[in-house]
């Protein structure tokens, strides 16, 4: 593009010399040819000839008069017109050039002798005899008639002459004219082009690095990515394959022809139609975007998944298609580990379901021996079968404790599972904290009543009611009183309600054998919880406080223990504050 | 311990025996007169010859009849629709319970069994039904 401009720009520069050459040589040609040898070649010899002509011409009518009658009258007349012809006559002589040559030194001739002529007569005039001077008027009369031919001769040619140089001027005026147009307007157009060129090169410049740097980047892209290029010139048809999306499917640098063919030959048979539909749709403007999966023929004969993401480049006015630009990823192993993934993942959810069945199933077995342990030793504690002594008694609460802790843990075990299967869903709801206490703390009351302890409560004023899932609440609420009060050997037990801005804050306090430090987070993990190492002086709290972090948590709440050693712990629990939705 | 349960007859399903033996105790001593079955099928004939003011029902039972049928069963017989039904389980399934009290149980006992708790069930839905009658 820019090499075209170069060659008009050195066009123009050569018309343009050529016609300012041409206007020069025409002006050059018109000055020459006005040089000449005639007399006459100014409007100021023309006038003063024209004058000479007209003072000679009145001078033979004057004298004509006299020579019919000659009387003073027309003798003073004659003299006069005499008079001038000689100033007239002068005059031109005076307008002469001084050297002259041809008809030019044979009009200066005349003239000087007549002029001599004229000052004679009138030197002798007044003196002179009238019938004398009759004699003397045909001689100069004559002398008279071919001076004034002679000039009107010379005017005559002079007149022409000075035709062909108003002329000439003209066109040298034109000429000088053409001639200073010319060159103002090369000038100017040769500097514009010049302007243009500079930017258009400036522009190329910086178009052309752009250009290199996206196509660098492109290149550097799809080899990171990759990738494999295709782009048709939907004009020409030619179709260019990078050697990655060659590679791809085996094939070496020339080995695939530059055709769409060539492309569309090596899609299974099976997608071929929808890959064809999909493209016609996309070329339809009825896809915001063409991205399509399909197999390819290797070279070797298998078939590859690939991806395929294209863009259409459309000519601006009209909007006809005239490339299409892709890429190809090898989405085989992609696809192989997905299938494989989905496949291992409905083995899992299987083995999930099997797990929760077995846990259900095992639970309800565990419990059933239970029926006899817990329910037997009761018996003979509640001295329904006759007395038993004290020792007995306290041997069958240990079995009968042990039996109701062996049952907390299967629960806690089905509660865990349930929640790790995702199967335990929240249910909110509005309920009043007094209504929430009445059914936790009257199960706490036996059993602290039995150890002589204080169990207490506390709510804040001004909290009434909150929303949340009640039943899960509770259990985390029974789990933690019931473990304080399992702990605590003598004082109290008592439970904190308070509020912040954004949540509830329950606190369970006890003056029991406390928690060590290390193990403040342990007793909320449900691995640790069930794992060999029991933590020492706090087993038998089961799997209630494992539970109760998940349902704590789910509800978006935080729970956390603090302690001293020997003094007490405080299990503290939050609940954010939730707007009542009607979901 | 008082005889609340005097003249009163309890039928007790289930196919265990150590589960059977331990309710004919704990309901005996308060004076229940109790009978026992050990299927379902028993169950439905027992309930017809015995015509107690009770049934405690196991509601998984082994072989055809299970607890669940059997309750149906029963409940479908007019002169044996009054009498009250406890399904016991140790499944702590919600929708066990809930499809238990759909098909007609008057109410729920949780296995393992509170022995304290049992009686004061028993003696609340026998009252109930006999002052609904």
């Known amino acids: 593009m820019h090499h075209g401009s170069w060659r008009l720009v050195v066009a123009l520069f050569l018309v343009f010399t050529a016609l300012v050459v041409a206007g020069s040589w025409y002006v050059w040609s018109t000055l020459r040819s006005v040089e000449t040898d005639l007399p006459v070649t100014t409007i100021s010899q023309h006038r003063e000839l024209s004058s000479v002509i007209q003072g000679l011409s009145e001078l033979m009518i004057t004298l004509d008069a006299v020579r019919v009658s000659p009387t003073a009258q027309r003798w003073d007349e004659f003299l006069v017109s005499l008079d001038i012809a000689c100033y007239l006559t002068e005059s031109f002589l005076d307008s002469l050039p001084e050297i002259g040559e041809g008809s030019y030194a044979i009009v200066k001739d005349e003239t000087e002798r007549i002029l001599s002529a004229l000052d004679d007569l009138a030197a002798k005039a007044p003196q002179i005899d009238k019938t004398k001077a009759l004699a003397q008027h045909v001689r100069l009369r004559d002398t008279i008639t071919l001076l004034r031919e002679t000039y009107l001769q010379a005017n005559q040619e002079a007149l022409v002459i000075l035709y062909q140089q108003v002329r000439h001027i003209k066109r040298l005026q034109l000429g000088v004219l053409v001639v200073i147009l010319l060159v103002v307007v090369s000038l100017v157009s040769m500097t514009m082009l010049i302007l243009w060129q500079r930017r258009s090169i400036a522009l190329l410049a910086v178009a052309r690095v752009s250009a290199q740097e996206s196509e660098q980047r492109f290149s550097l892209a799809m080899q990171g990515a990759n990738d494999g290029l295709w782009d048709w010139d939907l004009e020409t048809n030619a179709v260019y394959y990078s050697p990655r999306w060659k590679k791809m499917l085996g094939y070496a640098g020339d080995e695939i022809e530059g055709t769409i063919t060539s492309f569309s030959e090596l899609i299974h048979p099976e997608d071929i139609d929808r890959v064809l539909a999909y493209q016609k749709s996309y070329f339809e403007d009825s896809l915001p975007k063409y991205k399509i999966e399909f197999r390819m023929r290797h070279k070797n004969g298998h078939y590859i998944d690939v991806l395929s993401r294209a863009f259409l480049v459309r000519h601006e006015p009209d909007g006809k298609p005239i490339r299409f630009v892709g890429t190809h990823i090898d989405?085989?192993?992609?696809?192989?580990?997905?299938?494989?993934?989905?496949?291992?993942?409905?083995?899992?959810?299987?083995?999930?379901?099997?797990?929760?069945?077995?846990?259900?199933?095992?639970?309800?077995?565990?419990?059933?021996?239970?029926?006899?342990?817990?329910?037997?030793?009761?018996?003979?504690?509640?001295?329904?079968?006759?007395?038993?002594?004290?020792?007995?008694?306290?041997?069958?609460?240990?079995?009968?404790?042990?039996?109701?802790?062996?049952?907390?843990?299967?629960?806690?075990?089905?509660?865990?599972?349930?929640?790790?299967?995702?199967?335990?869903?929240?249910?909110?709801?509005?309920?009043?904290?007094?209504?929430?206490?009445?059914?936790?703390?009257?199960?706490?009351?036996?059993?602290?009543?039995?150890?002589?302890?204080?169990?207490?409560?506390?709510?804040?004023?001004?909290?009434?009611?909150?929303?949340?899932?009640?039943?899960?609440?509770?259990?985390?609420?029974?789990?933690?009183?019931?473990?304080?009060?399992?702990?605590?050997?003598?004082?109290?037990?008592?439970?904190?309600?308070?509020?912040?801005?954004?949540?509830?804050?329950?606190?369970?306090?006890?003056?029991?054998?406390?928690?060590?430090?290390?193990?403040?987070?342990?007793?909320?993990?449900?691995?640790?919880?069930?794992?060999?190492?029991?933590?020492?002086?706090?087993?038998?709290?089961?799997?209630?406080?494992?539970?109760?972090?998940?349902?704590?948590?789910?509800?978006?709440?935080?729970?956390?223990?603090?302690?001293?050693?020997?003094?007490?712990?405080?299990?503290?629990?939050?609940?954010?504050?939730?707007?009542v939705t009607n979901s | 311990m008082e005889k609340q349960g005097a003249g009163k007859k309890i039928l007790v399903v289930d196919d265990i025996e150590d589960n059977i033996r331990l309710v004919r105790k704990v309901l005996?001593?308060?004076?229940?007169?109790?009978?026992?079955?050990?299927?379902?099928?028993?169950?439905?004939?027992?309930?017809?010859?015995?015509?107690?003011?009770?049934?405690?029902?196991d509601v998984r039972l082994p072989g055809g009849i299970d607890g669940l049928e059997a309750t149906q069963r029963i409940k479908a017989l007019p002169q044996l629709a009054h009498i009250p039904i406890l399904a016991m389980t140790a499944s702590v399934k919600p929708e066990d319970v809930r499809r238990a009290l759909d098909i007609g149980c008057s109410a729920f006992v949780r296995k393992p069994i509170d022995i304290d708790e049992l009686p004061k069930q028993v003696a609340k839905h026998i009252a109930r039904a006999s002052s609904a009658n």
């Open chain 1, 331 to 579: 989405i085989t192993a992609r696809k192989r580990v997905a299938a494989e993934l989905a496949d291992a993942n409905v083995r899992l959810e299987e083995a999930s379901r099997h797990k929760s069945q077995f846990l259900a199933n095992m639970s309800h077995e565990l419990r059933t021996p239970l029926n006899s342990i817990i329910g037997y030793t009761k018996l003979m504690l509640d001295g329904l079968e006759g007395d038993i002594n004290e020792e007995q008694r306290d041997d069958l609460q240990t079995v009968y404790n042990n039996g109701q802790h062996l049952l907390e843990l299967i629960n806690g075990l089905l509660d865990l599972s349930k929640i790790e299967a995702g199967k335990v869903v929240l249910s909110y709801e509005t309920f009043t904290i007094s209504d929430l206490l009445t059914e936790v703390i009257p199960t706490m009351e036996p059993l602290a009543g039995e150890k002589g302890l204080a169990l207490t409560h506390s709510v804040a004023p001004n909290i009434d009611s909150l929303y949340a899932d009640k039943a899960k609440t509770k259990q985390v609420l029974i789990n933690l009183l019931g473990n304080a009060v399992k702990f605590t050997d003598e004082g109290s037990v008592r439970l904190n309600v308070a509020e912040s801005d954004s949540e509830f804050v329950f606190s369970v306090i006890d003056t029991g054998i406390g928690i060590k430090e290390e193990d403040l987070e342990a007793i909320f993990d449900s691995f640790k919880q069930v794992g060999p190492a029991q933590i020492a002086g706090y087993e038998g709290t089961g799997l209630g406080l494992a539970v109760s972090k998940q349902f704590i948590e789910m509800q978006g709440g935080r729970i956390w223990a603090e302690s001293e050693r020997g003094k007490g712990s405080t299990l503290t629990f939050t609940l954010p504050k939730k707007q």
């Open chain 2, 28 to 57: 005996g001593f308060r004076g229940y007169d109790v009978v026992a079955a050990q299927s379902g099928e028993d169950a439905i004939s027992m309930a017809q010859t015995e015509l107690p003011d009770l049934i405690l029902m």
